[in-house]
């Protein structure tokens, strides 16, 4: 059946995964929902999936949300987009998507008290015909200064990448209000992208962040943090960008949510896995771990969710001095000492420093650098661990997923 498959990153029985979805805590209970495709390991008749935590380590798997609506506004896909917060009943938003095209309308659904249960797609919004915009998709909603906002990934007809702007002061008829960001220089020198993705918009200290995914002729690119501000311009709300960095090193995650149910903003990606061969694995994509946000030095840093890593870790004990390969581990490594270095035959070498933390998942490695700048690799050929001392590391053992 391949290489191992991943055991305590979230992630479907089988079928397909990608973009997290409608993230949020209702009663102490974490609720991820999740691009699915249930009937085979390739991206296709996309539904919400669902899973539900409470220490957002060890996951349990709900029946789907909703699924394509045949004639309906979704009747192609329901696509990425986000828990809507501050109404007596709980929703959602999300991109609807008719035919492969991809073009798209912002659909609404309206849930039960328990999340299990969603009402018909609604049509909120539609693609404005004006500043040149000719695709666009993946709400994501806020507030700035009391006034109820959504923003959504855009493509422009000059080939260039846009933020587009609405107004949801009346939830159930959005109004386009204009571009909150097109040509940016800081993201633009990052990567080339026609479509900036899976747009998140949110307060941290002291700032405001927009976190892109960078859409680029078919390719899923890098995933870009631009810190700034909000500020009027010409009569319009714009964002400012200071500086811009990459979110994560690696090369394989993606669409990132972001979700402002607690203390520090929680954000959870898409650990990219291409189509697969149904008689070969049944399934494909996972969630990366829970990762809690700061604002350090001017960058957005990320770090483990507490709570969900002291859940994983079993008992630790010292790696010996020399190679040690990582393939069908299930580990947290800490590194303690100067000397250790992972290796991979297509990623190449990556240094390590004391304080940096190594989670295996079988072909998924997160890389928690102490910096503060993680990395995010998923190959089916193994990394090799190397430790000058059997004092420069330790590994503990990760606790089994509940079912």
Not at 53 to 69: G, V, Y
Not at 307 to 319: E, V, W
Not at 347 to 355: H, I
Request: charged share 20%.
């Amino acid at each position: 059946m391949g290489a191992p498959t991943t055991s305590y990153h979230l992630r479907p029985a089988r079928g397909w995964l990608n973009d997290p979805n409608g993230i949020t805590c209702v009663d102490g209970v974490w609720h991820v929902f999740y691009q699915h495709n249930p009937h085979a390991p390739v991206h296709g008749h996309i539904s919400w999936g669902h899973a539900t935590s409470r220490d957002l380590a060890h996951w349990k798997d709900e029946p789907i949300a909703f699924s394509p609506t045949p004639g309906g506004p979704d009747s192609f896909g329901c696509w990425s987009g986000v828990f809507v917060p501050g109404h007596d009943r709980p929703a959602v938003a999300y991109s609807g998507v008719v035919d492969a095209s991809a073009g798209s309308t912002i659909c609404l659904r309206w849930g039960s008290p328990d999340l299990r249960d969603w009402g018909p797609p609604v049509v909120v919004g539609r693609t404005p015909s004006s500043d040149g915009i000719v695709i666009m998709r993946d709400p994501y909603v806020l507030e700035h200064q009391g006034r109820r906002l959504a923003v959504l990934g855009a493509g422009l007809a000059d080939g260039s990448p846009a933020i587009a702007l609405f107004d949801r002061e009346c939830e159930t008829d959005w109004r386009y209000i204009g571009l909150l960001v097109d040509d940016d220089p800081l993201i633009r020198r990052i990567g080339s992208a026609d479509i900036w993705e899976c747009p998140q918009l949110f307060p941290l200290g002291g700032r405001w962040v927009l976190i892109v995914s960078l859409h680029h002729q078919g390719r899923l690119c890098e995933v870009v943090a631009a810190i700034g501000d909000l500020a009027e311009q010409d009569g319009r709300l714009r964002f400012i960008t200071e500086r811009a960095h990459i979110l994560d090193d690696g090369a394989d995650l993606y669409a990132p949510q972001v979700a402002l149910a607690d203390a520090d903003p929680l954000l959870l990606g898409w650990v990219r896995q291409p189509d697969q061969d149904p008689a070969v694995r049944d399934h494909s994509g996972c969630l990366s771990l829970p990762r809690r946000l700061s604002l350090v030095g001017g960058e957005v840093r990320s770090r483990i969710d507490l709570g969900a890593a002291t859940a994983l870790i079993g008992d630790a004990g010292a790696l010996p001095a020399g190679r040690t390969v990582l393939a069908d581990r299930r580990w947290v490594i800490d590194v303690l000492g100067d000397g250790a270095r992972l290796s991979h035959p297509v990623r190449g070498e990556v240094d390590l420093s004391p304080g940096d933390q190594i989670w295996v998942d079988g072909a998924v490695l997160e890389l928690y650098r102490y910096s503060g700048i993680p990395a995010t690799w998923r190959h089916d050929e193994p990394w090799e661990l190397r430790c000058a001392t059997d004092r420069t590391a330790r590994a503990a053992a990760i606790i089994p997923r509940v079912p």
